[in-house]
């Protein structure tokens, strides 16, 4: 257990669906990172949060979104989902010193 | 812009033999480099950082990274690969606090 807990663990959804991945951040971690990981692309960075605030965004689609909620557990939202969305969904957190990431066991999406 | 190169997509080695995975990267600072590695169906494990210093780092499972500034390398080492490595292994970039950035991967097979 990496600390970094992700729910849920698979999802399939039907194409036009909205999803939203959950993600609690190791104990005292301050940011949560969000990747998404596919055979075509590897590990993109979508976006970044640091104690609620948005830090830093990546590739992320304007249909995905992102919040960081007060008691640090943050959630990712996938909608009008399509084929091609379908991926492992990665929850990282860090204390934000550059000490690396801590990932989590990560979201199978599947959209069909 | 941060980059990863990691030239190698498929490596197989025999166990026992010696291990060299390659990683490049392009960064307009001093980089603090990581390698991760990933086992099929499971998050991705830190396996050793490098920020400054002593530019041989020593991780966990045996491995260990040079860096090399001249070359902007950071390749990762083991000197005697057990079936267990078997895996993916991501080389990645980034900044105190901020995202981090990942190569394609290497997928490493172990012969018997």
């Known amino acids: 257990d990496s600390g970094v807990t992700q729910t849920p663990k698979h999802l399939i959804t039907a194409t036009g669906q909205r999803v939203t991945l959950r993600c609690s951040p190791r104990?005292?971690?301050?940011?949560v990172y969000w990747y998404q990981q596919s055979l075509d692309q590897g590990l993109q960075f979508l976006i970044q949060y640091y104690n609620g605030e948005e830090r830093a965004k990546g590739n992320i689609l304007e249909r995905f979104s992102a919040q960081q909620f007060p008691d640090l557990h943050s959630e990712l939202n996938l909608s009008s989902l399509e084929l091609g969305d379908s991926a492992l969904y990665f929850c990282a957190s860090s204390v934000g010193g550059g000490d690396g990431y801590t990932f989590g066991s990560g979201t199978r999406l599947t959209v069909v | 812009a941060q980059s990863v190169t990691q030239p190698d997509i498929h490596i197989t080695v025999s166990e026992g033999a010696s291990l060299e995975l390659r990683c490049n990267y392009s960064y307009g600072a001093t980089p603090y480099l990581f390698w991760y590695v990933q086992s099929p169906g499971q998050g991705l494990q830190l396996l050793l950082k490098y920020f400054s210093g002593d530019t041989l780092v020593q991780g966990i499972k045996g491995f260990e990274a040079e860096f090399k500034r001249s070359q902007s390398s950071f390749n990762l080492r083991k000197p005697s690969v057990h079936w267990s490595d078997a895996a993916e292994y991501f080389c990645?970039?980034?900044?105190?606090?901020?995202?981090?950035?990942f190569g394609a991967g290497t997928r490493l097979t172990v012969k018997p």
């Open positions: 104990s005292g971690d301050l940011s």
């Open positions: 990645a970039v980034g900044a105190k606090g901020g995202d981090m950035r």
